[in-house]
């Protein structure tokens, strides 16, 4: 029904609500996940009819490949286009990726060596870069290996550099976001946007930070990588805020855990990272 619903749209599903469907645009960050999860879905138990449905809202994604205002591009693009192509090599669909990269390496400044994030709030910041961004440096490794452009490769490097050196506590926790002076690339505020308090652990930007440095290990090889994302492994496994069935409170300093709600989508990210890094690590 959802399905026969959203037929004659551009609109992706977002989630149901009292059990009505909420509909998202192509604009919104996580709109590559659906078109994504199709993908995974086909992979899983392959289908014509999965592959058309996985085709078809992949390509109510495409327009985002010219965005330049925000970051999200990794999400939304190579969430569908990047498993699309894993999965049946269709042609046109390098295309859309090595487009989106491009738009994405706009918002990269050499002055501060990050990809900035946010366009507003600008009163308060001068250039924000939050956690999650870690997650789009993906595509920038894959466009870097597919079309022999050692820049896209070289800015996902200094990014993660970067965000090694400013984003992280000597716990290896980590800030949501940090702000830079867009002339010096110096560090000027480290604060939250979503997590319960500034120095607070926001689960789910542990969750983006032990993923994004487990694939940049995969991607580069470089073992300083690895060892980071050895340490917010520890950081999660070891907190003794975590319950016991290792779904994350939203954040692990919560003022009323254990009544704090969880997150689900945290749990499944870290899972994620837990898999890859088990692979990756000796221990």
Request: proline share 3%.
């Amino acid at each position: 029904a959802m399905a026969k619903s959203l037929d004659n749209s551009t609109d992706l599903p977002r989630t149901f609500v009292n059990g009505k469907l909420i509909t998202s645009d192509s604009k919104w960050w996580c709109s590559g996940f659906f078109p994504g999860t199709l993908w995974y879905l086909y992979q899983n138990g392959p289908t014509e009819e999965l592959k058309a449905y996985a085709t078809k809202y992949t390509n109510r994604v495409e327009d985002q490949k010219y965005t330049t205002d925000n970051h999200d591009l990794g999400f939304v693009i190579y969430c569908s286009f990047g498993n699309g192509l894993r999965l049946t090599q269709t042609e046109g669909y390098k295309e859309v990726i090595v487009q989106a990269t491009k738009s994405l390496t706009t918002r990269y400044s050499d002055k501060v060596g990050l990809i900035r994030s946010w366009d507003w709030n600008t009163a308060v910041w001068q250039y924000p870069v939050i956690i999650d961004n870690m997650m789009n440096l993906e595509m920038l490794m894959w466009a870097s290996k597919h079309t022999g452009n050692k820049r896209f490769a070289d800015i996902a490097i200094s990014h993660a550099d970067k965000t090694m050196k400013e984003h992280f506590r000597k716990d290896f926790s980590c800030y949501h976001v940090v702000d830079y002076n867009a002339n010096t690339g110096k560090s000027r505020i480290k604060q939250t946007w979503q997590g319960y308090s500034d120095p607070s652990s926001w689960a789910r930007g542990q969750a983006w930070a032990a993923y994004g440095y487990s694939m940049m290990y995969r991607e580069t090889g470089k073992k300083r990588y690895l060892t980071h994302a050895e340490n917010i492994a520890k950081f999660i496994i070891n907190n003794p805020n975590m319950p016991e069935d290792k779904v994350p409170y939203w954040d692990f300093d919560a003022l009323d855990i254990p009544n704090a709600k969880r997150d689900a989508s945290a749990a499944a990210i870290m899972a994620s990272a837990f898999i890859e890094l088990s692979i990756q690590t000796k221990d």
